[in-house]
């Protein structure tokens, strides 16, 4: 069964960083998206980087694009998202999330259907 767990989240001020990780387990292949989702109070949870695991190509909301870089670490079977230039509306709980095995192409990588594999989520929270 494959288990994510988020961290590194936590508070900071508008215009500071924070990088997310995490941490995958229970894996038994590796043609697989994976990707960061957040969701602040109120809102639908929502798709912001998606990367194939063991690719690069990765896809960014426009909301995050050129602040946030997802990465990963294919011995750790960890991945990355590394926020700079952070905003108040950035605040949101974060989600990590894995599609089934053997996606090799996916057109839609930010969509939340498309991922069925999910982490408890991590807390952001952003001052001005």
Same mark, same amino acid.
């Given at each position: 069964?494959?288990?994510?767990?988020?961290?590194?989240?936590?508070?900071?001020?508008?215009?500071?960083?924070?990088?997310?990780?995490?941490?995958?387990?229970? *894996?038994?292949?590796?043609?697989?998206?994976?990707?960061?989702?957040?969701?602040?109070?109120?809102?639908?949870?929502?798709?912001?980087?998606?990367?194939?695991?063991?690719?690069? $190509?990765?896809?960014?909301?426009?909301?995050?694009?050129?602040?946030?870089? *997802? $990465?990963?670490?294919?011995?750790?079977?960890?991945?990355?998202?590394?926020?700079?230039?952070?905003?108040?509306?950035?605040?949101?709980?974060?989600?990590?999330?894995?599609?089934?095995?053997?996606?090799?192409?996916?057109?839609?990588?930010?969509?939340?259907?498309?991922? *069925?594999?999910?982490?408890?989520?991590?807390?952001?929270?952003?001052?001005?």
């Amino acid at each position: 069964q494959v288990h994510l767990v988020e961290s590194g989240g936590g508070s900071v001020q508008a215009g500071g960083s924070l990088r997310l990780s995490c941490v995958a387990s229970g *894996i038994t292949g590796t043609s697989a998206y994976m990707a960061w989702f957040r969701q602040a109070p109120g809102k639908e949870r929502e798709g912001i980087a998606a990367i194939y695991f063991g690719g690069d $190509s990765p896809t960014y909301a426009d909301s995050v694009k050129g602040r946030f870089t *997802i $990465s990963q670490d294919e011995a750790k079977s960890t991945l990355y998202l590394q926020m700079t230039s952070l905003k108040p509306e950035d605040t949101a709980m974060y989600y990590c999330a894995r599609t089934g095995e053997g996606r090799w192409y996916m057109s839609t990588p930010l969509k939340r259907t498309e991922y *069925i594999h999910w982490g408890q989520g991590t807390q952001v929270t952003v001052s001005s």
